[in-house]
């Protein structure tokens, strides 16, 4: 997966805006698109993980089969996302380090609190609150939780030491 294209296509698109921004926040901005790239392809293995889960299990005739796609689904998605948003979006600068067991902990933490917790209470106040569609309620709890979910990774499960101090990790640097 080649990030180079996704990055230079962000950066002539920002420059395009009638807007002035510093380059920290071109960096933010290119960060987070990577990181939605990143989560479009975390979607599709997880819904195709879920899916042949179902097929596999169709056999057996297992009445909570989707329970077991939906957990294969998130659990190998979510690693799927771990290893690309380390390797691609959430990179190190010389002389930092991560603890990659850490990390995947808190990834998974992330993606539990934004994926399944979140996601049910605003489709709860979507769908029976304020009477969206159930078929429309998923995007809009993707406007929501993506940010939220871009900032909690980077921020906090994929954090950086550096000189024995907890920094911040950058885009754009070589792991």
């Known amino acids: 997966m080649k990030m180079k294209f996704v990055e230079e296509l962000t950066r002539k698109i920002l ?3 009638p807007l002035k921004l510093s380059d920290k926040v071109i960096e933010a901005l290119v960060q987070f698109v990577k990181f939605g790239v990143v989560g479009v392809t975390n979607t599709l293995l997880s819904y195709a993980l879920n899916v042949m889960t179902l097929m596999l299990l169709k056999p057996y005739e297992i009445a ?16 799927w996302s771990f290893y690309w948003n380390n390797k691609l979006v959430f990179t190190l600068e010389k002389g930092q380090k991560r603890h990659l067991g850490k990390a995947l902990f808190k990834t998974y ?3 539990s609190f934004t994926g399944i917790f979140l996601c049910n209470v605003l489709s709860y106040v ?8 159930k078929l429309i309620a ?5 406007v929501v939780s993506v940010p939220i979910n871009f900032l909690i990774n980077k921020f906090w499960a994929f954090r950086t030491k550096e000189s ?6 950058e885009s754009g640097r070589e792991n």
Do not use: C
């Open 15 to 17: 420059k395009l805006l």
């Open 64 to 79: 909570w089969d989707y329970v077991i796609g939906n957990l294969v689904g998130f659990f190998l998605s979510v690693l």
């Open 109 to 111: 933490i992330s993606y």
């Open 126 to 133: 979507w769908i029976d609150v304020l009477g969206i569609s």
């Open 138 to 142: 998923p995007v809009i709890n993707l």
């Open 164 to 169: 024995g101090e907890e920094t911040r990790s």
